[in-house]
């Protein structure tokens, strides 16, 4: 058939507002839970034309993730109204072995900047990517897995595995060193921050790569796991292995290294982290307790694992303790910034939902959801930027809301052909 031979390439947005310095960029989206599609989301909250792909009749299982809204007959996941907002929604089965999905696919990669996927498994699909450059020599492809894809280098059989977040937390070295020491165990991080991180790097890569196609017309593929993410965020960990043969272990709230650092425990029963990073900030710490200054000296009591450990360190840390659990939290937290030690109450979203700070930066927006057909409220948008802001155009779509518009006004295809497709289950 090769249809997509002979269709023209139709400019972003064909459906989206103009908006945001990504305007002009479209996304086709085929991934799920959580990575895939939350590097989508960034990108269409600045004004990428994001297509999202989903199974006919059956959608993304992101639509169904615990906890659900439920309006009359419809039901939607919480994740899902704050994530899929400003998306187009393209019901269609992504199998290249059926003639009329190869064109449809193929069409739309003809006709945008980016694929995203976290499929794994694309080749089973009869997807290539030598076919994709074919198509689009521009294209970025960004893969989004756990153990990356094999082109890249590896143990094949390791790029094979299925993954999901705690897994990559676990395998990429994060888990080890998350929570208290032993005979605690190790603790994976909550609210899928493996995902959210290896998604804010997939963004990263796919602006590089879309800028340097611009500049040379040149596509290309960026391969982004969930355990290298995890290992990048690591610090001075693998330093620490190769040139003092240590192993870093973990250390529960409190930073090994320097103090104040830690977790206290407040008089109303609330938790304060104090962080008083070097000498300065330690003396202005030091100041704010009205301890001697002489005897608690950053050299020894605050500035390194010896000081923390040693006599007079342990006895700043208790003295430390007393302090906060003799205030309340807030009381503490302004006499302390008063003397510019940083310093943070543990908030709770009730908090944060009433936080006059939050509310006055814009951090929670509203907008009409698609399914339940009603106004939500959800968090806003990071970064902000002065002349090309983010904003929500839209919110969550319903399962295939868009296919019909993207096919006509991105595709061509008239309404007989359309038709066609549904009938055979293709979209």
């Given at each position: 058939?090769e249809?997509w031979?002979?269709i023209e390439?139709v400019?972003?947005?064909?459906?989206?507002?103009?908006?945001?310095?990504?305007?002009?960029?479209?996304?086709l989206?085929t991934?799920s839970?959580?990575?895939a599609?939350f590097?989508a989301?960034?990108?269409?909250?600045?004004?990428?034309?994001?297509?999202?792909?989903?199974?006919?009749g059956v959608g993304d299982?992101y639509?169904e993730?615990?906890?659900?809204?439920?309006q009359?007959?419809q039901?939607v996941s919480?994740?899902?109204?704050?994530?899929?907002?400003?998306?187009?929604s393209?019901?269609?089965?992504?199998?290249?072995k059926?003639?009329?999905s190869?064109?449809?696919?193929l069409s739309?990669?003809?006709?945008?900047?980016?694929?995203?996927?976290?499929?794994?498994?694309?080749?089973?699909?009869g997807?290539t990517?030598?076919?994709?450059f074919?198509?689009?020599?521009?294209l970025v492809?960004a893969?989004?897995?756990g153990?990356g894809?094999?082109?890249?280098?590896?143990?094949?059989?390791?790029c094979n595995?299925p993954?999901?977040?705690?897994?990559g937390q676990?395998?990429g070295?994060?888990m080890?060193?998350?929570?208290?020491?032993?005979?605690?165990?190790?603790?994976?991080?909550?609210g899928?921050?493996?995902?959210?991180?290896?998604?804010?790097f997939?963004v990263?890569?796919?602006?590089?790569?879309y800028?340097?196609a611009?500049?040379?017309g040149?596509g290309q593929?960026?391969d982004?796991s969930?355990i290298?993410?995890?290992?990048?965020v690591l610090?001075d960990?693998?330093v620490?292995?190769?040139?003092?043969?240590?192993?870093?272990?973990?250390?529960?709230?409190?930073?090994p290294?320097?103090?104040?650092?830690?977790?206290f425990?407040?008089k109303?029963?609330?938790?304060?982290y104090?962080?008083?990073?070097?000498?300065?900030?330690?003396?202005?710490f030091?100041?704010?307790l009205e301890l001697?200054?002489?005897?608690?000296?950053?050299?020894?009591?605050?500035?390194s694992?010896?000081?923390?450990n040693?006599e007079?360190?342990?006895?700043?840390?208790?003295?430390t303790?007393?302090?906060?659990a003799?205030?309340d939290?807030?009381?503490?937290?302004?006499?302390?910034?008063?003397?510019k030690v940083?310093c943070?109450?543990v908030?709770?979203?009730?908090?944060?939902?009433?936080?006059?700070?939050y509310?006055k930066?814009?951090?929670f927006?509203e907008?009409k959801?698609e399914?339940l057909?009603?106004?939500?409220?959800?968090?806003?948008?990071?970064?902000k930027?002065?002349?090309t802001?983010a904003?929500?155009w839209?919110?969550?779509?319903?399962?295939g809301?868009?296919?019909?518009?993207i096919l006509?006004?991105?595709?061509h295809y008239?309404d007989?052909?359309i038709?066609?497709?549904?009938?055979?289950?293709?979209i």
């Amino acid at each position: 058939m090769e249809r997509w031979k002979e269709i023209e390439h139709v400019p972003a947005p064909a459906i989206a507002p103009k908006f945001g310095p990504l305007t002009g960029m479209r996304v086709l989206m085929t991934g799920s839970i959580v990575a895939a599609p939350f590097a989508a989301s960034l990108l269409a909250e600045y004004g990428a034309e994001v297509i999202h792909v989903e199974r006919p009749g059956v959608g993304d299982p992101y639509r169904e993730q615990a906890p659900v809204v439920k309006q009359g007959d419809q039901r939607v996941s919480t994740v899902w109204i704050q994530e899929a907002r400003n998306k187009l929604s393209l019901s269609l089965e992504v199998n290249l072995k059926i003639p009329e999905s190869k064109e449809i696919f193929l069409s739309l990669i003809k006709n945008c900047d980016v694929w995203v996927e976290n499929m794994v498994w694309i080749e089973k699909l009869g997807i290539t990517e030598e076919m994709l450059f074919e198509v689009n020599p521009k294209l970025v492809i960004a893969h989004i897995s756990g153990f990356g894809r094999p082109q890249f280098g590896g143990v094949p059989e390791e790029c094979n595995r299925p993954s999901y977040d705690p897994i990559g937390q676990a395998e990429g070295g994060f888990m080890f060193i998350n929570g208290f020491p032993e005979p605690m165990p190790p603790s994976p991080a909550t609210g899928f921050m493996n995902d959210y991180i290896t998604a804010l790097f997939a963004v990263n890569g796919i602006l590089m790569a879309y800028l340097h196609a611009q500049k040379t017309g040149q596509g290309q593929a960026i391969d982004i796991s969930q355990i290298e993410s995890m290992s990048k965020v690591l610090s001075d960990l693998f330093v620490q292995r190769f040139l003092l043969g240590r192993t870093k272990q973990r250390g529960g709230n409190k930073i090994p290294i320097f103090q104040p650092a830690n977790l206290f425990k407040t008089k109303d029963e609330r938790y304060l982290y104090i962080g008083a990073y070097g000498s300065f900030v330690f003396g202005r710490f030091i100041k704010a307790l009205e301890l001697d200054p002489n005897k608690f000296t950053h050299e020894a009591a605050g500035g390194s694992p010896e000081a923390l450990n040693s006599e007079i360190g342990l006895e700043l840390n208790q003295l430390t303790m007393d302090w906060v659990a003799a205030h309340d939290a807030e009381e503490a937290k302004q006499h302390l910034l008063s003397f510019k030690v940083p310093c943070g109450i543990v908030k709770t979203a009730e908090d944060l939902v009433d936080s006059e700070h939050y509310q006055k930066r814009g951090d929670f927006v509203e907008y009409k959801d698609e399914t339940l057909d009603q106004i939500v409220k959800a968090f806003g948008f990071n970064p902000k930027m002065s002349q090309t802001p983010a904003k929500v155009w839209r919110g969550a779509p319903k399962l295939g809301q868009d296919t019909d518009a993207i096919l006509q006004k991105v595709l061509h295809y008239d309404d007989g052909e359309i038709a066609n497709f549904r009938q055979q289950g293709v979209i």
